[in-house]
């Protein structure tokens, strides 16, 4: 079984055209839905409106899978962080002090839901699914970072193919394709300052569910007695930093995309 993780992004979606084209040898690409409220919108609507279709056209698999909970009902990691009296804190989130916190998002929303279907669909420690990650040349730290499960074998076919994120942008062009934005959970604090800026600016009712999500989680730090969380490194809540009146206070402060180490997040 030959599978792509496809996040929806650039690398993945090059993938995709490769695929497509003969180059890699993959028919099935699996996008772990970390949910409709969640997934940044123009993603999901990329992948509905082109991935698929496109997909489809050339004989390729691209399926959409939602996580789903023991009784069947499926689950959004925004529903998760918002749930009334929950005390899970599975994304990112900052400390005072900018470092990230540990987080159980990738690993539930993405990881653990791929593996369910490659093992519904045969996938074994005896038998396992060669699964491709789109992590481009320019990228390779994030390769190799996490450990991998027995029903699986990861690859990366575009540090194979030498290709870095601008090969994968013109291929893409090439093929006559729109080039994807950047794939990532709307409020992912891994998000560069340049993200933010660009969000409060272009996509401002996104920005403020951002907003409202920070103060969800740090009204419910207070009860808990705990320190506040951000969803920047700044120690600031988004909606004081990225005001209106001070619309390029922090752009080319952080050239540097967010880094999700898994490999699972922003391909
Ligand atoms: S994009 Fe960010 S918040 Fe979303 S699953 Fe990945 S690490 Fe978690």
Known sequence: MNVVSYGGGVQSTALLVLAARGRIDFDTFLMANVGDDSEHPSTLRYVREIAMPYAAANGIAL?????????????????????????????????????????????????????????????????????????????????????????????????????????????????????????SCFFCPFHRPGTWLDMARDEPSLFARACELEDTLNERRVMLGKDPVFLTRFGTPLRRLFRDDQPTLFSGVDDVDGQCDSGWCFT
């Open 63 to 183: 399926h959409l899978l939602d996580r789903t909970r023991r009784d069947g009902s499926p689950e959004t990691l925004w529903g998760r962080l918002t749930r009334e009296g929950s005390r899970s804190l599975p994304i990112p989130v900052r400390m005072s002090n900018g470092a990230p916190g540990t987080r159980s998002c990738t690993a539930d929303f993405k990881i653990k839901v791929t593996g369910k279907w490659l093992k519904a669909h045969g996938a074994s420690a005896t038998s396992p699914a060669t699964l491709g990650i789109g992590i481009s040349v320019d990228e390779i730290q994030r390769a190799n970072s996490r450990r991998q499960e027995a029903h699986e074998r990861i690859v990366y076919p575009l540090l194979d193919l030498r290709m870095r994120r601008d090969d994968c942008v013109r291929l893409i062009a090439d093929e006559g394709l729109p080039v994807p934005p950047k794939s």
